[in-house]
């Protein structure tokens, strides 16, 4: 690939690199310790991951974090995994969270927004007294420091609070949306052991209520841990017997009180996609997960007071907690709970205009679903308000680009950017000071230092190489759960590269530093953000007796799209009809999500295998992106190297 220097499609000017925080940050850095004053960004960024504990504890100062207790030194322990950072700090995520509302309690903290797309707001005051009141009540039950607390819950309100009441309590939040079929919310809770369970009675999706009353049944029958269980009525049903009412349990004005926890006290437990197992559930810290996304919110997304952030995600990805951590800079977040493309392909941007969004998260497939429908955000609505657009997901194609520099706004900062369910955060993306160049994430974050190597360790520049971080980072997982001897985790991320992480993406980093990141080097499933392993779609499409055996694959496509076949290997005597491809389909959207409903179902002759009896699915993946077979895999680790002949000539047809 070419990285030879393009103009740039968008430049900021000087007014805007002056006022931008990271600029007003750097000179205070190097006012007092000892950043480099010059240089711009690039100097910044080589002086963060040059002199970790220095940039980490400037982060801490600028953004006035509030330790109950001080630390001893800022990085005790750097080896990773196991990296141990503000050793003797305690801290709390929640009541920075709240720190508005001391001196704007009757502005906007959360503006809601449903498929009506009329926001109605919660203001700071108010979400603070639901916290102090839930906080209290969870105490009430017997809730303390490092119990879980579950949520089987959309993107609304009730969710934050919910989030930020556990947090003030010093117990350890998990949420799954409720999309997800009862299987893959058991496959996540079940290994936390949940003592409270946030649920609502169902959700409204396309225009239509989906009621969600048998799942949160079998949720109660099989998660054993569970003292209580909150019904949120969001459809208005009655509350089921033995559940607690939410309008009870935050009725009370109550002031809340923040446990104060040790910097590396679990904040909250994410998951990864399962592609070979049970999900990872990933654990990240309060303190970690604090500083991080003050850096990455604050610095690199430029927010503060005066903004309104939207994200479009839901409470099964990390984007939903990464847009609740925009509480901490003070800013309006933006809930929205419903179809991304409800009633049309443009309500997003209608949800943009309506709560005056200043920086607009989105996914780069919607981006290029709006280019296809004919969407004009800048003609149709006022969008003047945006600064920014940024995406996550996958990779935004030059396409994409192009097309929000033309149909939003030539002044419009594009912020492509990467990270992980992993870190909770990015490691390449957005910086308000750099120019934006086509196709390419603007340059790594602060305090990462990102690479990329080749299979021996040696660092690639302008080539394709694997993604590595070489110092740690403080929202780098404590541990999975239910890993008691670390071999889960260490293999996820250092069995590659001893010592380093090694995140499982193709990524290319250019001679002008900016970031080209090509997609998964392993096999997870990402469709419109969430990701989800293949293992969930084979456990659900092979209980049906027609089905022998399956494959999935999602392939990210030359523009900008996302193709997810399902092979299926038929049982003997059965046809791939209608009949049996609605069961498929249905299967998939009512035990897992509705967004792994596959693209097609082929019938294939076999599925073939590695010599251990795994499935082939990265080699695959690679056959249908155009890979000759002799470079998509080693002959010798294939059970039949005859069947991948098939996949091989359906490439070819597709192509």
Same mark, same amino acid.
């Given at each position: 690939m070419s990285t030879v220097n393009p103009l740039p499609l968008w430049q900021p000017d000087p !007014?805007?690199?002056?006022?931008? !925080?990271?600029?007003?940050? !750097?000179?205070?850095?190097?006012?007092h310790h000892g950043?480099?004053?010059?240089?711009?960004?690039?100097a910044l960024h080589r002086w963060s991951v040059d002199h970790l504990e220095s940039f980490w504890r400037a982060v801490t100062e600028w953004f006035d974090v509030r330790f109950g207790t001080p630390y001893a030194r800022v990085l005790g322990d750097r080896t990773m995994p196991g990296a141990q950072w503000f050793p003797g700090a305690t801290v709390n995520y929640a009541e920075h969270a709240l720190r508005a509302a001391a001196t704007r309690a009757d502005e906007p903290a959360l503006?809601?927004?449903?498929?009506?797309?009329?926001?109605?707001p919660v203001t700071w005051s108010e979400l603070r007294r639901q916290v102090g009141s839930l906080a209290a009540e969870l105490r009430a039950l017997g809730v303390r420091p490092g119990d879980r607390v579950s949520g089987?819950?959309?993107?609304?309100?009730?969710?934050?609070?919910?989030?930020?009441?556990?947090?003030?309590?010093?117990?350890?939040?998990? /949420?799954?949306a409720p999309d997800f079929g009862a299987r893959s919310v058991l496959d996540r809770f079940q290994q936390v052991e949940p003592v409270v369970l946030f649920?609502?009675?169902g959700y409204r999706y396309g225009g239509k209520e989906h009621d969600r009353g048998d799942v949160v049944a079998e949720l109660r029958r099989e998660l054993p841990t569970l003292r209580a269980v909150v019904h949120i009525p969001l459809l208005g049903s009655a509350a089921p017997e033995g559940t607690l009412a939410w309008s009870d349990l935050t009725s009370a004005d109550?002031?809340?009180?923040?446990e104060q926890v040790p910097f590396d006290h679990p904040?909250?437990?994410l998951y990864s996609s399962g592609t070979t197992g049970l999900p990872k559930a990933i654990v990240q810290s309060q303190g970690g997960i604090l500083v991080e996304h003050l850096k990455q919110l604050g610095l690199h997304c430029d927010l503060g007071p005066g903004d309104r952030f939207f994200w479009y995600t839901s409470t099964g990805w990390m984007m939903w907690n990464f847009l609740v951590s925009g509480l901490l800079t003070g800013t309006t977040i933006v809930l929205y709970d419903g179809s991304p493309g409800y009633p049309d392909t443009g309500a997003q941007w209608r949800i943009a205009e309506r709560t005056g969004a200043t920086l607009f998260g989105t996914s780069a497939a919607y981006v290029m679903a709006c280019r296809k429908a004919g969407v004009h955000p800048a003609r149709d609505h006022d969008v003047s308000r945006i600064r920014c657009v940024a995406t996550t997901g996958s990779p935004l194609p030059p396409d994409g680009f192009r097309w929000l520099h033309d149909e939003v706004g030539d002044d419009l900062w594009i912020a492509s950017v990467s990270g992980g369910t992993d870190v909770c955060s990015c490691f390449a993306g957005a910086v308000p000071t750099l120019p934006v160049h086509i196709g390419e994430l603007q340059a790594p974050c602060l305090g990462t230092d990102l690479r990329s190597w080749d299979p021996e360790g040696r660092p690639l520049v302008d080539e394709v190489g694997e993604l590595v971080v070489t110092n740690p980072m403080p929202s780098m997982p404590l541990h999975f759960w239910n890993d008691p001897d670390g071999s889960r985790y260490h293999d996820s991320y250092f069995a590659v590269y001893p010592g380093v992480w090694r995140h499982g993406d193709w990524i290319t980093l250019t001679s002008r530093g900016s970031v080209i990141i090509h997609g998964r080097s392993d096999s997870t499933l990402n469709r419109q953000g969430v990701r989800m392993g293949s293992a969930d779609i084979y456990e659900a499409v092979?209980?049906?007796?027609?089905?022998?055996? /399956?494959?999935?694959?999602?392939?990210?496509q030359p523009d900008g799209g996302y193709w997810m076949p399902l092979f299926v290997q038929l049982a003997p005597g059965a046809v791939l009809d209608d009949a049996l491809l609605d069961r498929i389909k249905r299967t998939i959207r009512e035990q897992l999500s509705p967004r792994h409903v596959p693209d097609e179902v082929i019938a294939v002759p076999g599925v073939p295998h590695t010599l251990t009896g795994k499935r082939i699915e990265v080699p695959v993946k690679r056959l249908l992106q155009g890979t000759p077979l002799e470079k998509a895999v080693n002959p010798g680790s294939v059970d039949d190297l005859g069947l991948l002949r098939f996949y091989e000539e359906l490439a070819r047809k597709r192509a």
């Open positions: !007014q805007r690199i002056a006022q931008a !925080q990271i600029t007003r940050f !750097q000179a205070w850095a190097a006012a950043a480099p004053a010059e240089g711009g960004y690039p503006l809601q927004v449903d498929e009506t797309h009329e926001p109605r089987y819950l959309p993107n609304i309100p009730e969710a934050v609070v919910a989030l930020l009441a556990t947090a003030a309590v010093g117990a350890v939040w998990t /949420s799954c649920t609502v009675d109550v002031e809340p009180v923040f904040l909250w437990v092979e209980r049906l007796p027609e089905i022998r055996e /399956s494959l999935v694959i999602g392939v990210e």
